[in-house]
Structures are given as structure tokens and as C-alpha cells.
């Protein structure tokens, strides 16, 4: 069975500091996305990756970056975080053209 | 730009009812559409899956159909269950593996 993992589940952060939030998968999926949910919003795309160090914005990049020096991991990083980054963050991976499957979520406060 | 919306935003029904949940979408150039549901501070678990060639898909108690010249897809829940309260999502896969996400509907099923 297809395992994402997110590091943390709550996650409680101050105005201006580098918050990083970490996804694992073990399945040798080639793509990662990393998306925010809000009420009312749905979920919107933050950052995708085709693979190892490739990284694609999606529709809001903005105050967000990523890394991927690994396959199986998949970082989003807050460089300096606003409360209205506080969000609940999903992230997914899946093989090419494949349905996506998605972890349990970290639930980021910033105050 | 694809928009996808959701209606109703939230539906409580008596337990046994069935009931039927809409989506409707913008842009016809869609690759499949997903139906996920989310239970409180859970990740997706996908439901259905329908290709943009296929006109509906069927698992137990649930039927998605869609039609993509009118935009539309429905999901239908027969018999439902109080174990069915839960969010349902809805997402067209467009170009590059990107799923565009509705708002949600919020479902209680009422024993």
C-alpha cells in the first residue's frame, strides 16, 4: 500500500521564522505536489515535482519554495512565515499520468 | 483558468436517504475527474476515478457519472450511512498530472 508521510500533524510557528514542512513517500513515485486547504477554497497548488531536483510552481508559489534532493522527499519551505500561510498543507505523490495519493496533512498555525 | 464548483456546500440528510452530490467544471480539456472524500483533519481517499472517455464508474454504493461537454459530473450515494459523513471533493486532472480542486461538500448523514 502507498505510504505519504508528513512529519509533523500540528505544527506551531512565529511570524517571520523559516518553517519547513517534510513529505515522504515509499513508493519510487516520480511526481510530488505539495497543496494548502482552506475553507470555503478547496485545495490549491503550491509546488509540483516531475523529479530529483525539478521543481514546477503551481497557481500559488508566492511566499513558498521547495526542495527535492531525493525522490522519496519532498520539502515545502515557509521562508519567512505570515499568518496567512496559517493553513492545513497536504501533500501527494504519484507515478506518471497516475492517480495522486495524499498524506494525512500538517496543520500550520502562525502566530 | 479551470474553476470547479461544488453545490451543495453542505447537506445533512436522515440515514438511509439517497442522495446526490454535483460538480461542475469550466474547461472540457480535462484528462479524468476524482472524487475523493476527507474525514476532520484527514488526508483524501480517493472514491472514483472516471477518464474523460467514459461516462460513469460504480463502487458498492457510489455512482459518479460525467459529462464533459456539459461540464458536469454528479456523485450519487445510495442508502446512505451515518459512516458516510464525511467531505467530498471533487478534482478535474488537467495537463501535467494537475488536479484543480472544487471547495467541497460537507455531507451528515443523520441516524
Known amino acids: 500500500d502507498v505510504k505519504v508521510t508528513q512529519s509533523s500533524r500540528y505544527l506551531v510557528k512565529r511570524t517571520g521564522e523559516k518553517v519547513f514542512l517534510e513529505c515522504v513517500q515509499d513508493m519510487d513515485h516520480e511526481n510530488m505536489f505539495w497543496y494548502r486547504q482552506d475553507p470555503g477554497l478547496g485545495l490549491r497548488l503550491i509546488y509540483f515535482?516531475?523529479?530529483?531536483?525539478?521543481?514546477e510552481k503551481g497557481d500559488i508559489p508566492e511566499g513558498y519554495s521547495v526542495s527535492r534532493e531525493k525522490k522519496e522527499r519532498f520539502s515545502l519551505i515557509l521562508e519567512s512565515a505570515s499568518t496567512n500561510q496559517t493553513s492545513m498543507y497536504l501533500c501527494?505523490?504519484?507515478?506518471?499520468?497516475?492517480?495522486?495519493?495524499f498524506g494525512d496533512g500538517t496543520r500550520l498555525s502562525i502566530l | 483558468k479551470q474553476e470547479v464548483t461544488q453545490i451543495p456546500a453542505a447537506l445533512s440528510v436522515p440515514e438511509g436517504e439517497n442522495l446526490v452530490l454535483n460538480c461542475s467544471f469550466t474547461d472540457s480539456a480535462i484528462y479524468n475527474l476524482q472524487w475523493f472524500r476527507q474525514d476532520p483533519g484527514k488526508g483524501l481517499t480517493s472514491l472514483l476515478l472516471i477518464q474523460s472517455s467514459q461516462r460513469e464508474q460504480t463502487s458498492g454504493r457510489l455512482n459518479a457519472s460525467l459529462d464533459k461537454s456539459s461540464g458536469r459530473s454528479t456523485l450519487y450515494i445510495a442508502a446512505s450511512q451515518p459512516g458516510d459523513s464525511a467531505t467530498y471533493l471533487c478534482a478535474v486532472e488537467q495537463y501535467g498530472n494537475k488536479l484543480v480542486f472544487g471547495a467541497g461538500t460537507i455531507l451528515r448523514v443523520k441516524s
Open positions: 515535482s516531475y523529479d530529483v531536483k525539478m521543481k
Open positions: 501527494a505523490s504519484s507515478p506518471p499520468n497516475q492517480p495522486q495519493h
